[in-house]
C-alpha cells in the first residue's frame, strides 16, 4: 500500500477553497503529464465515434490519477489504465445517456413554452399579455436553474466508473445521484469558480486567434483557398492546445470533489487511513 501524500489528503470534509487548491496542487505537481494526456484526449476528438469514446475515457484517467493522489494512494499511469481501458464504452453510454436526459429536459421545456406562446397569441387582453409574459420569464429562470441543477446531480458519472467498479452507465448515473444529494448549492459554487478561473485562458486562446486571423488577412484574402488551408489547422492546433490545459484542472477538480463527497457520506477518509 502506497503511503498518503500529505500535501494533498485532508483529515476530513474539505472547503470549496481547499478543494480548489488541492486540485490546483495536484495539477501543478502533475502538469507534464496531466498536460501530456489532455492534449491526446483532444488530439483523439478528430475521430468519431471512438475518439471520442477514447476523449471520455482518458478524461475518466485524468480523474483516477488525481483520485490517488488526494487519497493518498498514487498510481502510475499504466496501472490506471488497466482499470480505465476496459470500460471505454461505458464512459461513453454514460456520456450518451446523460445527453439524452438533457435532450429531454430541454423538449420538455420547449413544449411548455412552445404551448404558452400559443395560447398568448390567441388573445388579446393586455392583461394576459402581462401574465404570460411575466410566467415566461419565470419559467425561463427556472429551466436556467434547473439545468444548474440537472447537471450537478449528474455531474460524478464518469468518477463512478473511473474510481469505482461501476460497470454500467445507468449505475453510474445512480451513484452520482446518490453522492451529490444534499450538496448541489456547493458543487455549483465550485464548478463557477473554476469556470472563472478558466477565463483568463478562454480570453488569452481568442486574443491569439484574432491576432492570427489578422497577420493572415494582411496576406491572403479571407475568402481565399491558402488561406483557409492555413488558418483552420493553426486554429484547430490553438484550440486544442489550449482546451487541453483546462481538461486535466476540471478533472482534478471532479477528483477531489468526489473523494470529499464520499469523505462526507461514506467515511472513505477513515477507511483509507485505516487501511494504511
Known amino acids: ?59 475518466g ?5 488525481a483520485y ?3 487519497s493518498g494512494q498514487p498510481e502510475s499511469v499504466r496501472d ?70 440537472l447537471n450537478s446531480r449528474l455531474y460524478l458519472a464518469d468518477l463512478a466508473i473511473a474510481v469505482e467498479n461501476q460497470s454500467s452507465s445507468t449505475k453510474a448515473i445512480n451513484r452520482s445521484w446518490q453522492l451529490t444529494k444534499q450538496f448541489i448549492g456547493r458543487i455549483i459554487l465550485i464548478t463557477f469558480i473554476a469556470f472563472l478561473i478558466a477565463i483568463p485562458v478562454s ?13 493572415l488577412m494582411a496576406v491572403f484574402t479571407p475568402d481565399s483557398t491558402i488561406f483557409g488551408l492555413i488558418y483552420l489547422p493553426l486554429s484547430l492546433i490553438l484550440s486544442f492546445s489550449f482546451s487541453a490545459f483546462l481538461v486535466p484542472f476540471w478533472q482534478a477538480i471532479k477528483a477531489v470533489l468526489y473523494y470529499d463527497l464520499r469523505t462526507r457520506k461514506e467515511g472513505i477518509d477513515i477507511q483509507l487511513r485505516d487501511s494504511i
Open 80 to 149: 490506471a489504465r488497466r482499470h480505465i481501458n476496459p470500460r471505454l464504452w461505458t464512459f461513453f453510454g454514460t456520456a450518451f445517456l446523460i445527453g439524452l436526459i438533457f435532450l429531454g429536459w430541454y423538449i420538455s421545456f420547449l413544449f411548455i413554452f412552445g404551448i404558452l406562446v400559443a395560447i398568448a397569441t390567441q388573445i388579446n387582453s393586455w392583461f394576459l399579455w402581462v401574465f404570460f409574459g411575466i410566467f415566461g420569464i419565470l419559467a425561463l429562470m427556472i429551466f436556467i436553474v434547473s439545468l444548474f441543477w
Open 61 to 65: 484517467l485524468l480523474s483516477r490519477l
Open 1 to 59: 500500500m502506497s503511503n498518503p501524500s500529505p500535501d494533498y489528503q485532508s483529515p476530513g470534509p474539505l472547503s470549496v477553497g481547499n478543494i480548489i487548491n488541492a486540485a490546483a496542487r495536484i495539477y501543478r505537481d502533475r502538469f507534464v503529464v496531466y498536460y501530456r494526456l489532455g492534449l491526446l484526449a483532444y488530439c483523439w476528438l478528430i475521430v468519431p465515434i471512438y475518439g471520442w469514446a477514447k476523449f471520455m475515457a482518458i478524461s
Open 203 to 215: 480570453l488569452v486562446l481568442q486574443l491569439i486567434d484574432s491576432l492570427i486571423r489578422l497577420l
Open 68 to 70: 490517488g493522489e488526494v
